[in-house]
């Protein structure tokens, strides 16, 4: 059975700095994963896919990395802003074809 | 392009009661999954649907929940009767891939149903 943990539950920045966010996942047999963000009340937008094949994947300030070996991921968030403040999530997908959750990194940032 | 619509997006009830969450997916999508997210969690699958066929519903507590895609467009979820530990925001995805056909493809999630149970 395929469980997702993303280390730390929450984290609190001053503006600027540059932070990782950590998703690990017990089965490596995964077709994707993804990373999410979600504000208070509101449903998830997709910010970044990377395929089992890829290493990494961009969009802006945001890189992901996946390392499917090891079962790791990270989410680089360079010069963070207060809009990043926000629930990040990490899901993975395998051959059960579910999309298993982590519980969140509910990240701030401070002005 | 319109995104994942759902309704209602607030829903108050008592236990014992029923309730039915609607979604319509983005266009062409084949496949739609519905969502459990309880406070401080990350979202559980109930169901997933390809097309208007089910491809899983292992987690879907069958005795009360219950959900269809008939034309394999739209969706609904019920819950009938609700008890208090269903209180949650139920959350529709959808997505371009087809399961057995090609790898899948990223998810695009609704807005939510926001239930509440007393």
């Known amino acids: 059975k395929q469980e997702v943990t993303q280390i730390p539950a929450a984290l609190s920045v001053p503006e600027g700095e540059n932070l990782v966010l950590n998703c690990s996942f017990t089965d490596s047999a995964i077709y994707n994963l993804q990373w999410f963000r979600q504000d208070p009340g509101k449903g998830l937008t997709s910010l970044l896919l990377?395929?089992?094949?890829?290493r990494e994947q961009t969009s802006g300030r945001l890189n992901a990395s996946l390392d499917k070996s090891s079962g790791r991921s990270t989410l680089y968030i360079a010069a963070s802003q207060p809009g990043d403040s926000a629930t990040y999530l990490c899901a993975v997908q395998g051959g059960s074809e579910k999309l298993v959750f982590g519980k969140g990194t509910k990240l701030t940032v401070n002005p | 392009e319109a995104g994942v619509a759902q309704s209602p997006r607030y829903k108050i009830i008592e236990k014992r009661q029923s309730v039915a969450f609607w979604c319509n997916p983005i266009s062409g999508h084949a496949t739609l999954y519905w969502y459990q997210q309880i406070l401080g969690q990350g979202p559980k699958l109930l169901i997933q649907?390809?097309?208007?066929?089910?491809?899983?519903d292992s987690q879907l507590p069958k005795d009360r929940f219950s959900a269809e895609r008939l034309k394999g467009v739209d969706s609904t979820l019920k819950i009938q009767p609700a008890k208090l530990e269903d209180s949650a925001v139920y959350l529709c995805?959808?997505?371009?891939?087809?399961?057995?056909?090609?790898?899948?493809?990223?998810?695009?999630f609704g807005e939510g149903s926001r239930l509440t149970v007393l």
């Open positions: 995805a959808s997505s371009f891939s087809r399961w057995g056909q090609e790898i899948t493809g990223e998810l695009f």
């Open positions: 990377i395929q089992s094949s890829q």
């Open positions: 649907f390809q097309n208007n066929g089910v491809v899983d």
